[in-house]
């Protein structure tokens, strides 16, 4: 399983970005898929993820409302939509996979067994 992620770069606070991750394979019923970030000297947060069984979006506190997951129902596809964008939302954006996910694991790193190569946003002030 690959995660190729895309869609990062450089913008103004206020404004938006639109990022994107495909994985290779075929679809899980149970799988999620979404996104953790990590600044230097910290942990890895989570950001947002959407359940393909039930078709839920989770969010973290400091994006809900601002960004938005959606997914590609035919194929292995997700996109987070960035709106609003604050300069604390700089950081290495991280696509991750769980092929056998539930609303109790989503919003936990440790249960994610594939990780993309990351892709840097940056928000100026």
């Known amino acids: 399983v690959q995660l190729q992620a895309s869609g990062g770069g450089l913008v103004q606070a206020g404004g938006s970005l639109r990022l994107s991750c495909a994985r290779s394979?075929?679809?899980?019923?149970?799988?999620?898929m979404g996104w953790f970030r990590q600044t230097p000297g910290k942990e890895r947060e989570f950001v947002a993820a959407?359940?393909?069984?039930?078709?839920?979006?989770y969010y973290a506190d400091s994006v809900k409302g601002r960004f938005t997951i959606s997914r590609d129902n035919g194929k292995n596809m997700v996109y987070l939509q960035m709106n609003s964008l604050k300069p604390e939302d700089t950081a290495i954006y991280y696509c991750?996979?769980?092929?056998?996910?539930?609303?109790?694991?989503?919003?936990?790193?440790?249960?994610?067994?594939?990780w993309g190569q990351g892709t840097q946003v940056t928000v100026s002030s």
């Open positions: 991750v996979a769980d092929l056998n996910s539930s609303r109790l694991t989503v919003t936990f790193s440790r249960y994610y067994q594939y």
């Open positions: 394979g075929r679809t899980f019923s149970h799988q999620a």
């Open positions: 959407i359940l393909w069984s039930s078709d839920s979006p």
